[in-house]
């Protein structure tokens, strides 16, 4: 069962962090869970760092620094997938 919940909390945080990202992301469902389970995870270690929590529960400073996380990650994919789009082209 902490598996499962920790992948529906993933896909929680990856879902808000793209409502939070401006614009269109071209990002699949599942690229949207994984980048909310890493999101995740950086939150739980934030979290577990500063003393506020053990790294799989859930509180209010891991969660916010995993959708924070989320949305850096969300930008990083974006820039990494039109980099390889716009290498392709010719002028």
């Given at each position: 069962?902490?598996?499962?919940?920790?992948?529906?909390?993933?896909?929680?945080?990856?879902?808000?962090?793209?409502?939070?990202?401006?614009?269109?992301?071209?990002?699949?469902?599942?690229?949207?869970?994984?980048l909310?389970?890493?999101?995740?995870?950086?939150?739980?270690?934030?979290?577990?760092?500063?003393?506020?929590?053990?790294?799989?529960?859930?509180?209010?400073?891991?969660?916010?620094?995993?959708?924070?996380?989320?949305v850096?990650?969300?930008?990083?994919?974006?820039?990494?997938?039109?980099?390889?789009?716009?290498?392709?082209?010719?002028?």
């Amino acid at each position: 069962m902490g598996i499962i919940g920790f992948l529906v909390a993933g896909l929680i945080i990856g879902a808000l962090a793209r409502l939070i990202k401006s614009g269109k992301q071209d990002l699949s469902l599942l690229m949207t869970l994984l980048l909310g389970v890493a999101g995740s995870v950086i939150g739980g270690l934030v979290a577990s760092l500063l003393g506020t929590g053990d790294m799989w529960e859930l509180n209010v400073i891991g969660f916010i620094v995993a959708v924070v996380a989320a949305v850096l990650l969300i930008g990083v994919a974006e820039g990494m997938s039109s980099g390889r789009k716009g290498r392709g082209s010719t002028v």
